[in-house]
């Protein structure tokens, strides 16, 4: 199979468990930002089972306090792209944990709503 998070590198993983892992994004939008990826090759958040999804949200747990420690953020963005029309450009699931620090963008009101510019602030 063909896809980069089926054959990531051993050394790229930061934190694992049995049916997830956790590698930092190649593009990060901040200082930290990572991604949280089932083992299994699944399309989407909706395509999982209960066990996945458990996996993936105790990896979280670990990534945010892994990142507390080494970057001390002051707030963190959690999302989830399911399908190209929300903007899945590798159509294996993957949660970005992206950590947000005070002053990164002039005003974050609005946070994920940001994903449609002109809805951002209300």
Known sequence: ??????????????????????????????E???????????????????????????LMEKCKRYLDKKYSPDGYNIGINCGEAAGQTVMHLHIHLIPRYVGDIENPRGGVRGVIPEKRIY
Do not use: Q
């Open 1 to 30: 199979m063909d896809c980069i998070f089926c054959n990531l590198e051993r050394t790229k993983i930061i934190l694992e468990n049995e049916g997830a892992l956790a590698v930092f994004d190649v593009f990060p939008v901040n």
């Open 32 to 58: 930290g930002h990572m991604l949280i990826v089932p083992k299994r090759h699944i399309e989407t958040y909706f395509d999982s089972s209960e066990e996945d999804k458990k996996y993936l949200w105790d």
